[in-house]
């Protein structure tokens, strides 16, 4: 099999070769038909996220082992399965739910085991599905996407949970005025999407690149808006229906959009802040009680909230973002062209175009 892995933080990804995996237990091996690239996998080669104030989280301080192979955006077949597995369909293309965690403590017992204290998320704690091949703990962790295209099934693991997820904490009870949604990628898109599926109000999207503020709106944003804009408070409170919008997600999580977050917020409104860019929360003690606002983090989602997910992508609900196929080969170049900003919606890595 082959793979496309971190060898050393900081540095491109490598291929390597290595022999064909083979399952014991309840594992099971899957030959990977589309593994999405994440912004999260840009973060995982650099090797950690900038915390503000000069500190930093280091992925090697936590345990992270090199070399690793990435990929949390999974859809393949299965080509072999443990004497525990059970009986597995091996004709079906299954998108694999990554968060896993060690099963036995009292957070998965309760069914997040995406919150875990010893994750196993695959392509961040163990290999992932950058690669020919993925093992899989456990046949639970596999879901049949019935008759999606697996490069436009594959990144409902990240960015449709995720987003699914925030959207599921902040609360349909904000459905009925269109909220700010920042960054335009991937996960920016995604949420357009769910929104429109789940029969909210279509959001104002926020974004620095035109080309994503384009995408914005060919994905069905209401308005879309220019952060370097002069006035970007009072565009945003109009296209959100005249009044400062209740409810914002933020997809990026830099200072300067957590920033124009807290500024652009109604009183009594609720931030969701999903983005990892980096930075320290640049708001002010006293405001935050006189704006009475909600802030809260997100992080992405529950086997339960993705068995969900997938029951309404199948139904065909959710439109997918636009995405391009690259050759598994082409691993560290597409991480550079998303790194670069010039990937739309999501790269998706395919091993059957390589050459
Ligand atoms: N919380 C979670 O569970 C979770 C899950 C997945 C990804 N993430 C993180 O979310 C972030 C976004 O991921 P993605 O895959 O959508 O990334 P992406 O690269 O596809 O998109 C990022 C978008 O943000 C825009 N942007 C950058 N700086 C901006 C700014 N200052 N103001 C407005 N827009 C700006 C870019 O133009 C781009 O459109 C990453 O940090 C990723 O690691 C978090
Ligand atoms: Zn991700
Ligand atoms: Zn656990």
């Known amino acids: 099999m082959q793979c496309q892995c971190i060898q050393h933080f900081g540095q491109p990804l490598i291929q390597d070769e290595r022999p064909d995996m083979t399952p014991t237990g309840t594992e099971v091996i899957l030959e990977v038909t589309a593994a999405g690239v994440c912004h999260t996998d840009l973060h995982m080669r650099e090797g950690g996220v900038d915390l503000g104030r000069g500190e930093r989280l280091n992925y090697a301080d936590r345990g992270i082992k090199l070399p690793l192979t990435v990929g949390h955006e999974t859809v393949g077949r299965v080509i072999a399965a443990g004497p525990d597995a059970g009986e597995i369909d091996m004709t079906r293309n299954y998108v694999v739910f990554p968060w896993c965690g060690c099963g036995a403590c009292d957070v998965c017992r309760q069914g997040d085991e995406n919150l875990c204290a010893t994750p196993r998320y695959l392509g961040i704690h163990v290999d992932g599905g950058y690669a020919t091949q993925l093992r899989i703990a456990h046949p639970r962790y596999l879901f049949d996407i019935g008759d999606l295209d697996p490069a436009r099934a594959a990144p409902l693991a990240c960015s449709g949970l995720t987003t699914f997820s925030a959207l599921k904490k902040l609360g349909d009870s904000y459905f009925d005025q269109p909220p700010l949604l920042i960054g335009a990628g991937g996960l920016g898109l995604m949420c357009i999407r769910l929104l429109a599926a789940l029969g909210a109000k279509a959001p104002v999207v926020a974004d620095i690149d035109p080309a994503k503020r384009a995408a914005a709106l ?37 200072e300067a959009t957590a920033k124009l977050a807290f500024n652009a917020l109604a009183r009594n409104g609720k931030l969701v802040t999903v983005g990892l860019f980096g930075g320290a929360a640049p708001w002010s003690l006293p405001m935050i009680t006189l704006k009475s606002v909600h802030i809260m983090g997100s992080y992405v989602g529950s086997l339960t909230e993705f068995a969900e997910l997938i029951e309404i992508a199948r139904s065909g609900a959710i439109d997918a973002i636009p995405s391009t196929v690259f050759p598994l080969d082409k691993a560290e170049e597409t991480l550079n062209l998303l790194e670069e900003g010039k990937i739309v919606g999501r790269a998706v890595l395919s091993p059957a175009t390589q050459v």
Do not use: K
């Open 218 to 254: 060919e994905a069905g944003a209401a308005a879309v808006i220019d952060p370097a804009s002069p006035d970007v408070l009072s565009e945003i409170a109009s296209a959100c229906g005249g009044t400062p919008p209740r409810a914002i997600l933020d997809f990026v999580g830099a």
